[in-house]
């Protein structure tokens, strides 16, 4: 009896200990706690401008970028620049997707529409909504400098985003999301 409960015991412990490893080195759990993305990933009501009653949770590879480049359209994991905290009154770990790559020069036209190098970016996630409300940054463009990323909230009206603090270095970048674990109604592999 004493031998089996130690054999459970080093097991619990084992499984305890990869999981734990698992977390810590390949993939890590994020809260959507904004509107910045909707609807792509929700956040809770009563937040402003939140859909559901439950934040969307993600789950970010972090090795990802050991074995490839970030990609334009990526819903990324990211440490936001320290400017965020300041123009946006929250800095910490952001969620946004990917639209500018190093070198790009990025530009928003007169409807709200993205530009990438002089080539309009098809862009699905974003409602017409979206576009509608996305008024202030009308007409701009901005050049993404060598080694920094440019993100954007597909809820481009309610998005503090790289138009407000600029690009976010790759050491910034903490990975792609690869999968919506929570609630299980929203269970999606990106």
């Known amino acids: 009896m004493r031998r089996a409960a130690v054999e459970w015991a080093l097991t619990i ?3 305890l200990v990869v999981v734990l490893a698992f977390e810590a ?3 890590k759990p ?3 706690p904004t509107s910045s993305m909707e609807p792509t990933l929700h956040c809770a009501r009563p937040g402003a401008g939140c859909e559901s009653r439950f934040s969307d949770r993600v789950i970010a590879c972090e090795i990802c970028y050991r074995f490839e480049s ?3 359209g ?3 994991v990211f440490h936001a620049p320290a400017a965020a905290a300041t123009d946006c009154e929250t800095g910490g770990v952001y969620v ?3 639209i500018g790559l190093p070198g790009d020069t990025v530009r928003e036209d007169r409807s709200g529409h993205i530009w990438i190098d002089g080539k309009r970016l098809a862009e699905p996630y974003v409602t017409a909504t979206a576009r509608a409300s996305d008024v202030q940054y009308r007409g701009d463009t901005w050049h993404v400098p060598k ?3 440019f993100m954007l909230g597909d809820n481009r009206g309610d998005s503090c985003d790289s138009r407000v603090w600029g690009g976010v270095p790759r050491s910034g970048l903490i990975g792609p999301v690869v999968a919506t674990y929570f609630p299980p109604t929203r269970i ?3």
């Open 30 to 32: 994020y809260r959507i």
């Open 96 to 98: 946004k997707r990917l």
């Open 188 to 190: 999606a592999f990106p």
């Open 147 to 149: 080694g920094e990323y």
């Open 13 to 15: 412990l084992g499984a």
């Open 25 to 27: 080195e390949v993939a």
């Open 74 to 76: 990526q819903i990324v």
């Open 70 to 72: 970030p990609a334009r």
